[in-house]
């Protein structure tokens, strides 16, 4: 029984997806050719129609050959795989994903620091977003959350 497409991404498939976003367009010779272990030609061009059934890519016939691009940034592939991960793994909670990146010696809370100072609204939640910090308190600071 054949499996049920996914909305994320294989390994493979993120690989083919990163050989687009950085040449911007390719055939799938060149797909191939960009990829370390150079799969088999039928390999690249059964996953490069996947991820356009996926809604990953699009072609364009020119010649003979078709021309890929993304259909999907890099940040929108992140996201969705973000959220698949955190669905599945951590019961939605990023707080669970950060504290197991902490854990896991992946990220220092010096490094959690930073990314707090320098993140858009500074570090938010949606648990974080229903209880305003009271003055004096570690929080988000006078920024604003998305």
Known sequence: MAREPSETLTEREAQ???????LGEATADQVREALRD???DSTVRTLLRVLE???CLTHERVGKAYVYRAA???RNAQRN???????RFFGGSAEDLVLRLIEDERI?????DELRRGAPGGA???KRNEKRP?????GRGSKTGE
């Open 124 to 126: 938010k939640s949606e």
């Open 38 to 40: 150079q799969p088999h």
């Open 134 to 138: 009271g003055p004096g308190s570690r």
């Open 53 to 55: 059934s996926k809604g």
């Open 81 to 87: 795989a973000l959220s698949s991960v955190l669905a």
């Open 108 to 112: 220092t809370p010096e490094q959690l």
């Open 16 to 22: 083919i997806m990163d050989v687009i976003w950085r």
């Open 72 to 74: 999907i940034g890099r």
